[in-house]
């Protein structure tokens, strides 16, 4: 079956943790995205539920929003960023600091935000880290290498076209 989840801008501008194992599902937020300074959004799943998390503080959560029986043949595709499966309503933002986690950070979502200045993630071992060029060669729009690894290299790579989203070198 078809199984994947996205944390997203939903349609009205509130960062999102959608997703569909069978049904869609959502969490939103209460903040509304500001277009005018960055922000951080943090989304966990686990098996005690769903939480979203905007600039350190908790928005919503959902204690019966938990992970399908997802089996290792139905995670053989490669990840996306900024566009969901449909490959129709391409983020339209900018992106820095991407971390994949494969453990609850709900407890560490003050020191990750950390007051809107990037945290040096390592001592939290995500399984990626893509620093958006703060440290690689990367620059704003091109491909960005992972800093943090834990299976090998899992570098992101800029898709081209109109509307696609990019990351920014720059520090927030």
């Known amino acids: 079956g078809n199984n994947y989840i996205a944390l997203c801008i939903n349609d009205s501008g ?6 569909y194992d069978g049904s869609a599902r959502q969490l939103n937020a209460t903040t509304q995205v500001s277009t005018s300074s960055w922000m951080h959004v943090l989304g ?7 939480k979203l998390f905007v600039n350190g503080s908790e928005e919503a959560s959902n204690a019966s929003l938990t992970p399908a029986d997802v089996t290792a043949g139905q995670t053989s595709s490669e990840a ?34 950390n007051s809107g200045s990037p945290a040096d993630l390592d001592s939290l071992t995500p399984e990626n880290w893509w620093r958006m060029g703060d440290s690689d060669s990367a620059t704003a729009g091109s491909n960005a290498s ?13 898709t081209t076209g109109a509307s696609q989203p990019e990351w920014s070198a720059d520090t927030p």
């Not at 509130?14 to 997703?19: G, H």
């Not at 966990?44 to 769903?50: I, L």
């Open 44 to 50: 966990t799943w686990t098996a005690t539920g769903s």
């Open 146 to 158: 992972s800093v943090s690894d834990e299976e090998g290299a899992h570098d992101l790579a800029q």
């Open 80 to 113: 996306q960023v900024g566009r969901p499966p449909t490959a129709h309503d391409l983020y339209g933002g900018l992106m820095d600091e991407l971390a994949l986690f494969s453990t609850d950070q709900s407890s560490n979502a003050s020191t990750i935000y």
């Open 14 to 19: 509130y960062p999102t943790l959608y997703w």
